[in-house]
T-cell receptor
Framework: TQLLEQSPQFLSIQEGENLTVYCNSS?????LQWYRQEPGEGPVLLVT?????EVKKLKRLTFQFGDARKDSSLHITAAQPGDTGLYLC?????????FGTGTRLTIIP | GAVVSQHPSRVICKSGTSVKIECRSL??????MFWYRQFPKQSLMLMAT?????????EQGVEKDKFLINHASLTLSTLTVTSAHPEDSSFYIC???????????FGSGTRLTVV
């Protein structure tokens, strides 16, 4: 059983559309991170959210940490082909970075 | 910034042979490194935690005799896949925790193909 479940697992949308990816858990986390991974490369950190209810923005990406610190969401506005990739949320239970199930996003030009 | 160098990036080996993957921290010391495995279209699964100067800690279901981890210095951890089988074919990625940045930095991964 995965500690962090992401939905959707796959998402393919047209350029310019908006989308939201969800990361859910039954456990409470002191913080959650979001990564993006390109094929054949290691994941790259996008953001760390620490406070329940926190909202962070990174250009067209908006990250939110749930009030109960059990879930998080990533919203992308006006998606572009360069946003294509595998998006991973991650938490740190027992001091070990553990990844969610992943969302593979494809933006169609 | 903190960089982790992983080699080789790709390797093809025959069934039954062993393959060693290296992970080096280039500009910082890493007392702890992590090894992940990623199958196609899936997320990263933690295999083991590598601790400098002590035995690695393996996740449930990971065979410690098959995936040998050595962390002999503060800048180098190695993963050796012993008696490789085709089902060991995967993308292996190492990671190190960079305390000051409060984050984890990742190697570029190793694509292992066992034929």
């Amino acid at each position: 059983t995965q500690l962090l479940e992401q939905s959707p697992q796959f998402l393919s949308i047209q350029e310019g559309e908006n989308l939201t990816v969800y990361c859910n858990s039954s456990s409470v986390f002191s913080s959650l991170q979001w990564y993006r991974q390109e094929p054949g490369e290691g994941p790259v950190l996008l953001v760390t959210v620490v406070t329940g209810g926190e909202v962070k923005k990174l250009k067209r990406l908006t990250f939110q940490f749930g009030d109960a610190r059990k879930d998080s969401s990533l919203h992308i506005t006006a998606a572009q082909p360069g946003d294509t990739g595998l998006y991973l949320c991650a938490g740190i239970p027992d001091q070990k970075l553990t990844f969610g199930t992943g969302t593979r996003l494809t933006i169609i030009p | 910034g903190a960089v982790v160098s992983q080699h080789p990036s790709r390797v093809i080996c025959k069934s039954g042979t062993s393959v060693k993957i290296e992970c080096r921290s280039l500009d910082f010391q890493a007392t702890t490194m992590f090894w992940y495995r990623q199958f196609p279209k899936q997320s990263l699964m933690l295999m083991a935690t590598s601790n400098e100067g002590s035995k690695a800690t393996y996740e449930q279901g990971v065979e410690k005799d098959k995936f040998l981890i050595n962390h002999a210095s503060l800048t180098l951890s190695t993963l050796t896949v012993t008696s490789a089988h085709p089902e060991d074919s995967s993308f292996y990625i190492c990671s190190a925790f960079v305390f000051l940045d409060y984050g984890y930095t990742f190697g570029s991964g190793t694509r292992l193909t066992v034929v």
